[in-house]
Protein backbone atom coordinates (compact mmCIF):
# COMPACT_ATOMS: atom_id res chain seq x y z
CA UNK A 1 0.00 0.00 0.00
CA UNK A 2 1.53 3.39 -0.91
CA UNK A 3 1.93 5.98 1.70
CA UNK A 4 0.24 9.27 1.81
CA UNK A 5 3.41 11.06 -0.73
CA UNK A 6 3.35 8.16 -3.11
CA UNK A 7 -0.10 8.78 -3.65
CA UNK A 8 0.09 12.76 -3.81
CA UNK A 9 2.98 12.19 -6.43
CA UNK A 10 0.89 9.70 -8.24
CA UNK A 11 -1.87 12.49 -7.82
CA UNK A 12 -0.08 14.87 -9.37
CA UNK A 13 1.10 12.53 -12.63
CA UNK A 14 -2.41 12.16 -13.34
CA UNK A 15 -2.29 8.19 -12.48
CA UNK A 16 -5.89 6.58 -12.59
CA UNK A 17 -7.92 5.85 -9.27
CA UNK A 18 -6.13 8.31 -7.41
CA UNK A 19 -8.42 10.79 -5.30
CA UNK A 20 -7.30 14.48 -4.23
CA UNK A 21 -8.75 13.43 -1.05
CA UNK A 22 -4.72 12.27 0.65
CA UNK A 23 -4.58 12.99 4.15
CA UNK A 24 -1.40 15.63 4.16
CA UNK A 25 -1.81 19.34 5.18
CA UNK A 26 -1.78 22.14 2.54
CA UNK A 27 2.22 22.77 3.37
CA UNK A 28 3.40 19.21 3.04
CA UNK A 29 1.44 19.09 -0.33
CA UNK A 30 2.85 21.95 -1.44
CA UNK A 31 6.42 21.04 -0.39
CA UNK A 32 5.64 17.95 -2.55
CA UNK A 33 4.18 19.74 -5.24
CA UNK A 34 7.40 21.86 -5.48
CA UNK A 35 10.14 19.03 -5.91
CA UNK A 36 7.79 17.28 -8.63
CA UNK A 37 7.91 20.54 -10.60
CA UNK A 38 11.31 21.02 -10.08
CA UNK A 39 11.97 17.36 -11.32
CA UNK A 40 10.79 18.73 -14.46
CA UNK A 41 7.63 16.41 -15.23
CA UNK A 42 5.59 20.01 -16.32
CA UNK A 43 2.53 18.24 -15.33
CA UNK A 44 2.73 14.78 -17.62
CA UNK A 45 4.40 12.05 -17.81
CA UNK A 46 5.70 12.73 -22.00
CA UNK A 47 7.23 15.85 -21.26
CA UNK A 48 9.18 14.43 -18.35
CA UNK A 49 12.77 15.51 -18.51
CA UNK A 50 14.99 14.08 -15.66
CA UNK A 51 18.15 16.02 -16.65
CA UNK A 52 16.26 19.33 -16.88
CA UNK A 53 14.75 18.65 -13.66
CA UNK A 54 18.55 18.10 -11.82
CA UNK A 55 19.75 21.07 -13.30
CA UNK A 56 16.90 23.19 -11.44
CA UNK A 57 16.75 20.75 -7.98
CA UNK A 58 20.24 21.95 -7.75
CA UNK A 59 20.27 26.24 -9.12
CA UNK A 60 17.31 25.78 -6.73
CA UNK A 61 19.14 25.20 -4.16
CA UNK A 62 22.32 26.76 -4.29
CA UNK A 63 20.20 30.16 -5.14
CA UNK A 64 17.36 29.54 -2.30
CA UNK A 65 17.68 32.29 0.42
CA UNK A 66 15.19 30.60 2.84
CA UNK A 67 17.47 28.79 5.76
CA UNK A 68 17.12 25.30 6.43
CA UNK A 69 16.94 24.91 9.33
CA UNK A 70 18.46 21.50 11.23
CA UNK A 71 15.29 19.46 12.19
CA UNK A 72 14.64 19.66 8.24
CA UNK A 73 17.98 17.73 7.65
CA UNK A 74 17.40 15.24 9.83
CA UNK A 75 13.43 14.22 9.38
CA UNK A 76 12.29 15.69 6.30
CA UNK A 77 15.48 15.80 4.10
CA UNK A 78 15.41 12.35 3.14
CA UNK A 79 11.48 11.84 3.07
CA UNK A 80 11.34 14.25 0.00
CA UNK A 81 14.78 13.04 -1.57
CA UNK A 82 13.62 9.79 -1.58
CA UNK A 83 10.05 10.95 -3.44
CA UNK A 84 12.65 13.13 -5.77
CA UNK A 85 14.31 9.94 -6.21
CA UNK A 86 11.01 8.19 -7.02
CA UNK A 87 9.83 11.55 -9.30
CA UNK A 88 12.97 11.68 -11.02
CA UNK A 89 13.18 7.79 -11.46
CA UNK A 90 9.49 8.01 -13.55
CA UNK A 91 11.11 10.81 -15.41
CA UNK A 92 13.55 8.94 -16.68
CA UNK A 93 12.25 5.36 -17.19
CA UNK A 94 9.83 8.00 -19.69
CA UNK A 95 13.29 9.91 -21.03
CA UNK A 96 14.55 6.93 -21.79
CA UNK A 97 11.52 5.28 -23.71
CA UNK A 98 11.60 8.34 -25.56
CA UNK A 99 15.20 9.76 -25.88
CA UNK A 100 17.13 8.13 -29.30
CA UNK A 101 20.41 7.71 -29.76
CA UNK A 102 22.65 10.10 -32.02
CA UNK A 103 21.71 9.40 -35.57
CA UNK A 104 18.76 7.80 -34.61
CA UNK A 105 14.99 9.17 -34.97
CA UNK A 106 13.05 5.60 -35.22
CA UNK A 107 14.02 2.03 -34.43
CA UNK A 108 15.17 0.21 -37.47
CA UNK A 109 12.98 -2.82 -36.25
CA UNK A 110 10.23 -3.99 -37.42
CA UNK A 111 9.36 -1.73 -40.67
CA UNK A 112 5.48 -1.99 -41.91
CA UNK A 113 4.77 -1.48 -45.35
CA UNK A 114 1.00 -0.60 -46.97
CA UNK A 115 0.92 -0.43 -50.50
CA UNK A 116 -2.12 0.00 -53.20
CA UNK A 117 -2.54 -1.55 -56.66
CA UNK A 118 -3.10 0.34 -59.87
CA UNK A 119 -6.79 -0.28 -59.19
CA UNK A 120 -8.23 -0.54 -56.08
CA UNK A 121 -11.72 -1.18 -55.50
CA UNK A 122 -11.46 0.62 -52.47
CA UNK A 123 -9.62 3.94 -50.67
CA UNK A 124 -7.18 1.85 -48.41
CA UNK A 125 -6.75 3.30 -44.87
CA UNK A 126 -4.30 2.44 -42.03
CA UNK A 127 -4.06 3.65 -38.82
CA UNK A 128 -0.85 4.55 -37.86
CA UNK A 129 0.96 3.64 -34.47
CA UNK A 130 0.16 7.13 -32.59
CA UNK A 131 -3.61 6.86 -33.96
CA UNK A 132 -2.93 9.23 -36.72
CA UNK A 133 -5.13 8.22 -40.10
CA UNK A 134 -3.93 7.70 -43.76
CA UNK A 135 -5.68 7.30 -46.96
CA UNK A 136 -3.93 6.03 -49.85
CA UNK A 137 -4.40 6.82 -53.59
CA UNK A 138 -3.81 4.21 -55.94
CA UNK A 139 0.28 3.44 -56.70
CA UNK A 140 1.45 4.41 -53.32
CA UNK A 141 3.60 2.93 -50.80
CA UNK A 142 3.76 3.99 -46.95
CA UNK A 143 6.51 3.06 -44.68
CA UNK A 144 6.41 2.99 -40.96
CA UNK A 145 7.56 1.61 -38.11
CA UNK A 146 6.06 -0.93 -35.70
CA UNK A 147 6.14 2.13 -33.01
CA UNK A 148 7.77 5.82 -32.80
CA UNK A 149 10.16 5.41 -30.84
CA UNK A 150 12.27 8.57 -31.44
CA UNK A 151 12.10 12.32 -31.02
CA UNK A 152 9.87 12.79 -34.41
CA UNK A 153 7.65 10.43 -35.72
CA UNK A 154 8.56 9.73 -39.15
CA UNK A 155 6.63 7.96 -42.40
CA UNK A 156 8.22 7.72 -46.08
CA UNK A 157 5.82 7.88 -48.77
CA UNK A 158 5.78 7.00 -52.40
CA UNK A 159 2.64 8.31 -54.62
CA UNK A 160 -0.47 10.28 -53.06
CA UNK A 161 -2.02 9.86 -49.25
CA UNK A 162 -4.41 12.26 -47.33
CA UNK A 163 -3.12 12.24 -43.58
CA UNK A 164 -5.08 12.91 -40.24
CA UNK A 165 -2.38 13.35 -37.81
CA UNK A 166 -2.82 12.79 -34.38
CA UNK A 167 -1.63 16.11 -32.45
CA UNK A 168 1.78 15.71 -30.39
CA UNK A 169 2.99 18.95 -29.59
CA UNK A 170 6.61 17.28 -28.13
CA UNK A 171 6.96 14.88 -31.20
CA UNK A 172 6.72 16.32 -34.76
CA UNK A 173 5.24 14.10 -37.47
CA UNK A 174 7.53 14.10 -40.41
CA UNK A 175 6.54 12.31 -43.69
CA UNK A 176 9.84 11.85 -46.16
CA UNK A 177 9.42 11.75 -50.14
CA UNK A 178 12.40 11.05 -52.43
CA UNK A 179 13.05 14.74 -52.70
CA UNK A 180 10.63 16.35 -50.01
CA UNK A 181 9.97 16.48 -46.86
CA UNK A 182 6.90 17.62 -45.06
CA UNK A 183 6.46 18.39 -40.81
CA UNK A 184 3.54 18.78 -38.70
CA UNK A 185 2.56 18.37 -35.23
CA UNK A 186 -1.34 17.81 -35.72
CA UNK A 187 -3.31 18.64 -38.97
CA UNK A 188 -5.19 17.12 -42.33
CA UNK A 189 -3.51 17.32 -45.41
CA UNK A 190 -2.84 15.61 -48.50
CA UNK A 191 0.21 15.06 -49.92
CA UNK A 192 0.64 13.97 -53.41
CA UNK A 193 4.22 12.50 -54.43
CA UNK A 194 4.65 9.98 -57.72
CA UNK A 195 8.20 9.81 -58.75
CA UNK A 196 7.65 10.03 -62.01
CA UNK A 197 5.80 13.40 -61.99
CA UNK A 198 8.68 14.98 -60.72
CA UNK A 199 6.48 17.31 -58.15
CA UNK A 200 5.66 17.28 -54.74
CA UNK A 201 2.21 18.86 -53.98
CA UNK A 202 0.60 19.44 -51.01
CA UNK A 203 -2.97 20.79 -50.00
CA UNK A 204 -3.53 21.89 -46.42
CA UNK A 205 -7.23 21.49 -44.68
CA UNK A 206 -6.52 22.15 -40.99
CA UNK A 207 -3.24 23.31 -38.97
CA UNK A 208 0.14 24.47 -40.62
CA UNK A 209 2.29 21.99 -42.44
CA UNK A 210 6.06 22.82 -43.30
CA UNK A 211 7.10 21.56 -46.99
CA UNK A 212 10.68 21.75 -47.30
CA UNK A 213 13.41 20.10 -50.01
CA UNK A 214 14.87 16.99 -48.48
CA UNK A 215 18.03 15.33 -49.21
CA UNK A 216 19.95 13.29 -46.68
CA UNK A 217 22.79 14.79 -45.06
CA UNK A 218 21.84 18.10 -46.49
CA UNK A 219 21.13 20.87 -44.39
CA UNK A 220 19.81 24.75 -45.06
CA UNK A 221 17.33 23.68 -47.76
CA UNK A 222 14.34 25.20 -49.14
CA UNK A 223 11.18 25.12 -47.47
CA UNK A 224 7.87 27.05 -46.89
CA UNK A 225 4.95 26.77 -44.12
CA UNK A 226 1.66 26.73 -45.45
CA UNK A 227 -1.28 27.40 -43.40
CA UNK A 228 -4.87 25.97 -43.74
CA UNK A 229 -6.31 26.86 -47.02
CA UNK A 230 -3.19 26.80 -48.91
CA UNK A 231 -1.45 24.93 -51.44
CA UNK A 232 2.39 24.56 -51.98
CA UNK A 233 4.53 22.34 -54.30
CA UNK A 234 7.79 21.88 -55.17
CA UNK A 235 9.24 21.03 -58.79
CA UNK A 236 12.44 19.05 -58.18
CA UNK A 237 14.06 18.89 -61.66
CA UNK A 238 13.88 23.12 -61.45
CA UNK A 239 14.51 23.18 -57.75
CA UNK A 240 11.30 25.54 -57.16
CA UNK A 241 9.37 25.70 -54.61
CA UNK A 242 5.71 27.93 -53.37
CA UNK A 243 2.73 28.42 -52.89
CA UNK A 244 -0.42 29.92 -53.38
CA UNK A 245 -3.76 30.62 -51.50
CA UNK A 246 -6.53 28.49 -51.87
CA UNK A 247 -6.62 24.82 -52.14
CA UNK A 248 -6.46 22.87 -55.87
CA UNK A 249 -10.46 22.02 -56.24
CA UNK A 250 -10.16 18.49 -57.01
CA UNK A 251 -7.04 17.90 -54.59
CA UNK A 252 -9.35 15.16 -52.95
CA UNK A 253 -11.61 13.56 -55.17
CA UNK A 254 -9.92 10.31 -55.47
CA UNK A 255 -11.54 10.24 -52.03
CA UNK A 256 -14.52 11.85 -52.70
CA UNK A 257 -15.24 11.26 -56.32
CA UNK A 258 -16.20 14.45 -56.66
CA UNK A 259 -15.09 16.75 -59.29
CA UNK A 260 -15.30 20.25 -60.19
CA UNK A 261 -14.41 21.74 -63.07
CA UNK A 262 -14.40 25.83 -63.38
CA UNK A 263 -13.56 26.69 -67.34
CA UNK A 264 -10.37 23.82 -66.46
CA UNK A 265 -8.98 22.85 -69.73
CA UNK A 266 -9.19 19.06 -71.15
CA UNK A 267 -5.38 18.14 -70.51
CA UNK A 268 -6.43 19.08 -67.05
CA UNK A 269 -9.72 17.24 -66.82
CA UNK A 270 -8.25 14.06 -67.96
CA UNK A 271 -5.69 14.70 -65.62
CA UNK A 272 -8.25 14.58 -62.72
CA UNK A 273 -10.05 12.13 -63.98
CA UNK A 274 -7.09 9.70 -64.29
CA UNK A 275 -6.07 10.35 -60.89
CA UNK A 276 -9.77 10.22 -59.74
CA UNK A 277 -10.60 6.53 -61.78
CA UNK A 278 -7.46 5.50 -62.06
CA UNK A 279 -7.84 4.76 -65.95
CA UNK A 280 -5.55 6.69 -68.85
CA UNK A 281 -6.57 9.19 -71.14
CA UNK A 282 -5.08 10.12 -74.76
CA UNK A 283 -6.51 12.75 -75.96
CA UNK A 284 -5.91 12.23 -80.47
CA UNK A 285 -5.34 15.80 -81.09
CA UNK A 286 -3.51 18.54 -79.56
CA UNK A 287 -6.25 21.37 -80.13
CA UNK A 288 -8.57 19.18 -77.72
CA UNK A 289 -6.96 19.70 -74.82
CA UNK A 290 -7.32 23.32 -75.51
CA UNK A 291 -11.02 23.18 -74.55
CA UNK A 292 -11.92 24.58 -71.82
CA UNK A 293 -14.91 22.72 -69.85
CA UNK A 294 -17.11 23.33 -67.04
CA UNK A 295 -18.72 20.69 -64.66
CA UNK A 296 -19.30 19.18 -61.62
CA UNK A 297 -20.39 15.86 -60.79
CA UNK A 298 -20.79 13.74 -57.77
CA UNK A 299 -20.09 10.18 -56.90
CA UNK A 300 -20.96 9.15 -60.72
CA UNK A 301 -20.27 6.30 -62.94
CA UNK A 302 -16.52 7.21 -64.88
CA UNK A 303 -18.24 5.94 -68.28
CA UNK A 304 -21.21 8.49 -68.04
CA UNK A 305 -18.79 11.41 -67.20
CA UNK A 306 -17.35 10.90 -70.51
CA UNK A 307 -20.04 10.59 -72.36
CA UNK A 308 -20.77 13.99 -71.16
CA UNK A 309 -17.87 15.49 -71.74
CA UNK A 310 -17.63 13.97 -75.50
CA UNK A 311 -21.37 15.21 -76.26
CA UNK A 312 -20.81 18.27 -75.10
CA UNK A 313 -17.86 18.81 -77.31
CA UNK A 314 -19.01 16.67 -79.67
CA UNK A 315 -16.17 14.38 -79.28
CA UNK A 316 -15.89 10.51 -80.39
CA UNK A 317 -15.01 8.25 -77.67
CA UNK A 318 -12.50 5.27 -78.54
CA UNK A 319 -11.17 2.42 -76.15
CA UNK A 320 -7.89 0.75 -76.54
CA UNK A 321 -7.53 -1.84 -73.41
CA UNK A 322 -7.52 0.14 -70.63
CA UNK A 323 -7.06 3.32 -72.54
CA UNK A 324 -9.58 6.03 -73.26
CA UNK A 325 -9.09 8.15 -76.31
CA UNK A 326 -11.22 11.03 -76.73
CA UNK A 327 -10.92 12.15 -80.92
CA UNK A 328 -12.23 14.87 -83.25
CA UNK A 329 -16.01 13.12 -84.89
CA UNK A 330 -15.59 13.44 -87.92
CA UNK A 331 -17.92 15.85 -90.19
Known sequence: MPDEESRWIAFLNGEPDIPDTIDLDEKEKASLTRIWEMAGTDYSYSAANPEKGFDKVWMEIANSDRILKISFFRRDLFKYAAMLVMVLGIGFAVFQLIRKPKGFEDS???????GTVAHPLNVMRILLPDGSSVRLNANT???????????IRKVKLSGEAFFEVTKDSIHPFRIETSNAS??????????SAYPNTGEVEVNVETGRVKLSEFTPGITNLKFIVLPAGERGWLRVSKGEIGHTQGLEPNFASWMTKVVNFQRTPLTEVCSVLENTYHVKFRLENPEIGEILYTANFADLNLDYIVKVIAHTHHLQIKKSGDEIILAKRAK
Open 182 to 191: VEVLGTSFNV
Open 141 to 151: KIEYPEHFAGK
Open 108 to 114: PVRITIA
